[in-house]
């Protein structure tokens, strides 16, 4: 490119319809904005392409904006709000500005160098109207990309595929070709605003019948991206659920009525492990237009006469299996054939039907005797016994005993994979079912945020400074910590209260008793004993911190999830699941050493002593729950529900 070319395309508008307009979404690109539109407009020119640049930002806090806007380039263009909506709004805005014939999309870091649209351009010339850059295709390079950015990413494709059956190999590339009055129609109906926008857009182009063309590019991965590769997957999962859902097609079985679905579940006031999640699983359900109906198989003692909240659909009260029974495979078979739902959804939990490991066992067979007399079973799996140290969850007895007791909960994973499909909470449990069972029918269902709060009070609000601890305790929840902890908190603290709200586990009978009697006068200290589901979220709003007194885990965390959708600042060990999480759904706290009362003291001290970082800590998790509220997740179930009965 000559100086005089680009000097006149610095100085002159290009018509008012050039050949191309080049989209660029940014947020916080300071550093990089700059040699991205130098890149972009010396290529450009150099190939004698006709062209304008937008750069389209998403209420960047830094420079973004000033420096593009002191090049003084006559035919770059910012738009936007000037508040930040996500990705997708971002490019929805620039590509509503386009005035090209065709329209670029690409990424303000350049992963895929703008050379790369020489191959593409040339597809949409000779007639083609959506040509995407692919990561996948033959041909295509990627350089320096993580080792769990492939794996997520190969994960993905296999869910798109399925979910949403797009023959396409990557649709996630952040290079995209479109005809200006394709883009302008596409983009006129897609909502989605985060970064799974690309989904969207490509299953609106395939229903209106547009050629899709993949080209092979060359892809770096940039430093300084600001993709968290599993809290974006798991926002990429609920996504494809609300596309299904929000734009959805013809359903393969046109002549069929919406659903019943059946639940088996513990509900409240049962004081069985997963009660309360089953209490808002069945409220999802039935407030789905999908579902004519919901059965909940629930524990025979104690149960409720019927769900405690109108819902949508109705809700039919079943009472059919009982704890520590071994008799539950019959039960439900029984019930199951009376009542004959659609699919049949389990909530699970390894110790769901007993503490005494033989019913727990026979229990766990259900789905299997289910599906052999042709019921479609579901199992959402909550825990792995790959995943918990038995010594420190509280169900050690020596190395032997040890020993086969994980040789049969293996067994029994086994046993739970032959249902129609299994679904669990956690990345990492996929992988294991997948890698070390074999399991082809697994996916991912986060575990989601039960309720989301409009208005928050705000943490603490309600009361003075308070400490909750909340759950069933006496295994690997242990509560001996948190009182030791509480006693050595400084005098400057000695207004705090320990709120320690919950029951025992199943398997330590007497145990809050004990705690009770060991706190003895220690002052602040209050038991509340089992809660209401009605009084859960006062309890929380009364909460300035949640304490996680936990020396091992066995899934993602209930609690952990309602201290974000209240707002509230927490305290977790180090401990695997809990970090996993912090990771993966973007949920924040002060960590401690587990088991060791003094780092716990020290943590609750931190974040009690200093406002600014509690109320930090409680506005990163709030946002991280409204992310992936529990009523997205069962769009994703019931899309698999559909797939299933199709």
């Known amino acids: 490119m000559s100086f005089h070319d680009f000097s006149t395309w610095r100085r002159e508008p290009v018509s008012l319809a050039p050949q191309l307009s080049v989209v660029i979404p940014a947020f916080n690109e300071e550093r990089r904005i700059v040699p991205t539109i130098g890149a972009i407009a010396a290529y450009l020119s150099e190939e004698n392409h006709q062209f304008e640049i937008i750069v389209s930002d998403d209420g960047s806090t830094d420079d973004t904006v000033a420096r593009v806007r002191s090049l003084e380039l006559r035919n770059v263009r910012v738009v936007g709000p000037g508040y930040n909506r996500g990705k997708g709004a971002a490019v929805r805005t620039g590509v509503e500005e386009a005035r090209g014939d065709y329209v670029l999309i690409t990424d303000a870091d350049l992963s895929t160098p703008i050379q790369e649209i020489a191959p593409m351009l040339a597809h949409a010339e000779n007639g083609v109207p959506v040509v995407i850059g692919s990561r996948a295709a033959d041909g295509a390079t990627e350089m320096h990309r993580s080792g769990l950015r492939r794996l997520l990413s190969a994960g993905l494709r296999s869910l798109t595929t399925v979910a949403l059956g797009l023959p396409i190999a990557d649709t996630q590339c952040g290079f995209k070709l479109l005809r200006r009055d394709v883009a302008h129609e596409l983009f006129a109906m897609q909502q989605i605003e985060g970064f799974s926008f690309d989904l969207e857009l490509l299953w609106l182009a395939r229903g209106a019948s547009y050629q899709i063309t993949e080209v092979p590019v060359r ?72 579902v004519a109906g919901v059965v ?55 110790t769901s039907f007993g503490s005494n490991p033989i019913a727990a066992a026979t229990g766990l067979f259900t789905p299997l005797v289910l599906r052999l007399f042709g019921f479609r079973t579901v199992v959402l799996l909550h825990n792995l016994v790959d995943t918990v140290d038995l010594a420190d969850a509280g169900h050690s007895r020596n190395k032997v005993v040890d020993r086969v007791v ?63 601890a909340f759950g069933k305790f006496g295994t690997y ?45 220690l002052a602040g200290v209050t038991f509340t004993g089992y809660v209401e589901e009605n009084e859960v979220p006062d309890l929380f709003r009364s909460a300035d911190v949640v304490a996680f007194p936990y020396e091992s885990t066995t899934g993602s965390s209930g609690p952990l999830h ?5 707002g509230c600042a927490a305290v977790v060990p180090r401990i695997g699941d809990f970090l996993d999480v912090l990771d993966e759904e973007g949920y924040a706290a002060e960590p ?4 060791d009362a003094n780092s716990l003291a020290v943590a609750l001290g931190r974040v009690l002593g200093d406002r600014a970082y509690r109320d930090e800590l409680g506005e990163q998790n709030r946002v991280a729950a409204q992310a992936l509220p529990l009523d997205d997740v069962v769009d994703w179930h019931l899309l698999h529900f559909e797939e299933l009965l199709a």
Do not use: C
């Open 219 to 290: 892809w770096y991965d940039a430093p300084g991206s600001k993709v968290q590769p599993l809290k974006t997957t798991l926002a990429f999962i609920r996504d494809l659920a609300t596309i299904r859902l929000r734009h959805r097609r013809p359903r393969r079985r046109p002549n069929r009525q919406a659903m019943h679905v059946g639940v088996v579940t513990a509900l409240p006031p049962s004081r069985t492990t997963l009660n309360e999640y089953g209490h808002h699983l069945v409220h999802r359900f039935a407030g789905k237009e999908s």
């Open 592 to 595: 401690f050493e587990a088991g």
């Open 406 to 468: 994980i040789g049969i909960a293996r067994l029994m994973t086994r046993v739970v994979l032959r249902a129609d499909l299994v679904a669990t909470t956690t990345p990492t449990a996929v992988d294991i079912l997948r890698d070390r069972y074999g399991g082809e029918n697994v996916y991912l269902a986060p575990h989601g945020t039960f309720e989301i709060e409009d208005d928050p009070v705000g943490p603490g609000a309600i009361g003075p400074r308070r400490i909750l």
């Open 477 to 521: 929840k242990r509560l001996e910590v948190l009182l030791d902890a509480f006693a050595e908190l400084p005098a400057e603290l000695a207004d705090v209260e320990l709120v320690i709200a919950g029951s025992d586990s199943p398997n330590a009978s007497g145990y809050m008793a004990a705690m009770a009697e060991r706190a003895g006068d």
């Open 562 to 566: 309602q201290a974000g959708t209240y």
């Open 296 to 350: 909940a198989f629930v524990e025979s003692e104690p149960t409720p006469a019927e769900f405690p909240i109108a819902t949508a659909a109705p809700v039919t009260i079943v009472p059919s299996w009982r704890f520590n029974s071994v008799a539950n495979p019959l039960r439900l078979l029984r019930a199951v054939r009376r009542e004959r739902p659609d699919v049949v959804f389990f909530n699970l939990h390894f």
